[in-house]
């Protein structure tokens, strides 16, 4: 164990905020200010503060478990190992390589993520792989490959938004769910910028607002359309602009102009004035951003709503120009490089497509495999486990807990559990690795180096600061044993610093080019922004900022889609006649596998409840903390009411962080965007019981 601090990056969100990490006497491991890192400036959430208590042997798993009798025991890593083997041999050789499916997630290293994709299409030569990512910024990603050519979370620094005039934050409530970025838009503020947030919730960063929109949930493709009316209507389209730096403008001013005012006021409930208010104090400054988060994207029409947010920056001469721009701020800690490097079921390293010759070609010779032998894209990541138990077998599954975080969740477990066979990574006996007939510890951020790429595109540095437990492997280790074990005896090497020398050549010439970037320089310039594809820091130091001379398109020109408001998949009605939205709390991460272990955690969010205004709760004789009873198509969750006049009336809120009766998975609509295969997680109907105890 070292003595002194290293300088590392949080777990979690996709900030990967800046930390040293010191072990102590006792065992434990301390958290200091690391003020040098940009992002945070040495500023931390009570997540990043506690992380090291899951590094505890207390909370985490500390030796392979397999199962005996319906029970899952300690084993030893050969037999764990060997019969995971022979599980996938048997499936591949009884069903074929597609009968084996692969399921990782979005906070595996670069290094893990781009190892995981290689190990599915090279070992196990299946087209089944997905990750929790899909369930994250996929619609901002498409909306953002339209429109630019490339798909980088934001294509600027985070601190460029102080010094923006106008900042519209759409769907995201970051005062809880990355606490440490808020700063940035009270700086904003302070500056003489204005920030608008478009939530149907009072949240805590609404209440940081200057202009705050509540509009029905599901409904963000129809706001942005009436607003961009308002633009065409009132003459603050940058002609110039779009005649110099655009394509498709006619078709897509066509479309929203049949949004006017009045019309969109009817379906998202916001009033005609406050979409008047909010274009003035857009268009009024030099410069201006639209961030999007998981509010919009999570929709069945999620890639088309990021179109339209686009296409409002490109009218108004926003995009690919100084302090300004569209951006998505990811939620997970390396979503953005989790699909970058072969995670997702249609890409290759360096965010290659798996259907082009050329990448196939480029990363088979990295690969030293015939291109031909590569498979094609697979399914996305629900459907994949929709598939789970029929045409999928057998299932390796390296860092989710789609038991809670999957929608449909009462019915994504139940395919988990029509498995022939399940083989699970992760630090903690997570509710869906208790289903697993293998479960193997693997070590965790503080017990390893690795690198991650945040939201900004910033590809940063994991420091190993400790050692892990006797008997814990890394997950590189792993897909080493296995693959030996399959008969692929070469090209799975378990350094990490090795893995990225891989990647590195593999996404060279990518749209994610990382070719120029080395742990070397990642230490020394506290991380690069992709793409950089050389080494010299002089010729090229790396892209903060992106599209300031040209967008990722073959012309140059960025690209308006023309888009129309549609409903939600499923509206309400006489049965259902109320709206759920879910998100997250302060104190809780993701599915809480991790977090629900933390102590300070737990006492500051210690359950689900469910958000709901006065007169619904009148109407329902529910008072504050009575147990409510949250009903959909699909199932059925009871959480505590919390009375608030921060929501609307026809809208409830469940977090979704927790198991059990309170699952608000268990409700959640799987229906699908057509082009980024995101599921509806923001906005479904169901209705609201009270419930006697």
């Not at 319906?70 to 069903?95: F, K, M």
């Not at 701020?329 to 989790?338: A, K, R, S, V, Y």
């Not at 360096?350 to 990448?359: E, I, M």
């Not at 689900?608 to 199932?635: I, Q």
């Amino acid at each position: 164990m070292q003595n002194s601090a290293t300088p590392t990056h949080c777990p979690y969100c996709a900030l990967q905020c800046g930390m040293n990490l010191t072990p102590a006497p006792d065992g434990t491991v301390e958290v200091s200010e690391r003020a040098d890192f940009p992002v945070n400036r040495g500023a931390l959430c009570g997540k990043g503060r506690t992380a090291p208590a899951v590094l505890s042997s207390r909370v985490r798993l500390t030796s392979p478990l397999v199962r005996s009798g319906g029970t899952l025991v300690p084993a030893g890593w050969d037999e764990a190992l060997d019969r995971i083997a022979e599980a996938l041999s048997r499936t591949r050789a009884e069903h074929g390589p597609d009968a084996c499916g692969v399921f990782g997630g979005g906070g595996l290293t670069n290094e893990k993520a781009y190892t995981l994709g290689k190990f599915a299409r090279v070992v196990l030569g299946t087209s089944q792989i997905d990750y929790n990512g899909r369930f994250c910024m996929s619609s901002a990603a498409a909306g953002g490959m339209k429109a630019f050519g490339l798909d980088r979370g934001l294509p600027f620094p985070l601190e460029d938004i102080p010094k923006s005039g106008c900042v519209i934050l759409v769907g995201s409530n970051l005062a809880e769910t990355m606490p440490p970025a808020l700063r940035f838009f009270t700086e904003l503020r302070e500056n003489g910028g204005t920030l608008i947030v478009i939530d149907p919730r009072r949240t805590k960063t609404a209440e940081q607002a200057d202009l705050h929109l509540m509009p029905r949930p599901g409904t963000d493709l129809a706001l942005a359309l009436g607003l961009l009316h308002l633009v065409v209507a009132e003459g603050l389209v940058d002609e110039e602009y779009v005649r110099e730096r655009t394509a498709g403008w006619e078709e897509a001013r066509a479309a929203a102009m049949a949004h006017w005012p009045e019309y969109v006021e009817r379906i998202t409930g916001v009033p005609v004035p406050q979409l008047r208010e909010t274009v003035r104090l857009f268009c009024e400054p030099e410069s201006a951003m639209v961030l999007t988060a998981r509010g919009p994207e999570q929709q069945s029409k999620g890639t088309d709503t990021v179109s339209a947010w686009i296409n409002l920056c490109l009218a108004t001469g926003r995009a690919g120009r100084p302090l300004s721009g569209y951006g998505c701020l990811t939620g997970q800690g390396n979503g953005q490089g989790g699909r970058e490097h072969g995670q997702k079921a249609d890409q290759l390293p360096g965010y290659r497509k798996l259907d082009d010759p050329a990448a196939r070609a480029h990363v088979a010779e990295v690969w030293g495999v015939d291109p031909d032998s590569l498979p094609g894209p697979g399914r996305s990541a629900y459907e994949l486990l929709d598939a789970l138990g029929t045409d999928i077998k057998s299932l390796l599954l390296m860092g989710s807990n789609p038991v809670v975080s999957a929608p449909h969740a009462a019915h994504i477990e139940e395919r988990i559990k029509s498995l022939d066979f399940l083989a699970v990574c992760d630090v903690v006996l997570s509710e869906t690795a208790a289903l697993a007939d293998v479960v193997l510890p693997v070590t965790q951020w503080a017990e390893e180096t690795g690198t991650t790429t945040n939201l900004e595109g910033r590809v940063l540095l994991r420091r190993q600061a400790i050692t892990p437990p006797d008997g814990i492997r890394s997950d590189l280790e792993v897909m080493h044993e296995l693959a030996d074990r399959l008969g692929v005896e070469k090209g799975f090497p378990t350094d990490p610093e090795e893995v990225f020398e891989e990647l590195r050549r593999a996404s060279a010439g990518g749209p994610a080019d990382y070719s120029g970037i080395t742990y070397r320089r990642l230490a020394e310039e506290n991380g690069v922004f992709w793409p950089c594809p050389t080494e010299d820091t002089v010729v090229h130091p790396g892209t903060p900022r992106l599209f300031l001379d040209r967008f990722a398109t073959p012309d140059g020109r960025a690209r308006f889609v023309p888009v129309s408001h549609r409903a939600i998949a499923e509206e309400p009605d006489e049965e259902y006649p109320v709206l759920l939205t879910t998100g997250r709390v302060v104190a809780q991460y993701q599915s809480g596998a991790q977090t629900r272990r933390v102590d300070e955690l737990n006492a500051a969010a210690p359950g689900p409840f469910v958000e709901l205004h006065p007169r619904l709760a009148e109407r329902l004789g529910a008072a504050e903390g009575d147990p409510v009873a949250v009903v959909s198509r699909r199932g059925r969750a009871v959480a505590p009411a919390r009375i608030t006049l921060g929501i609307r009336p026809d809208t409830v809120f469940m977090p979704f962080h927790w198991y059990g009766e309170g699952r608000a998975n268990t409700l959640t609509n799987p229906a699908l965007d057509p082009t980024s295969r995101m599921p509806e997680f923001k906005a479904c109907a169901v209705r609201v019981e009270a419930v006697e105890r």
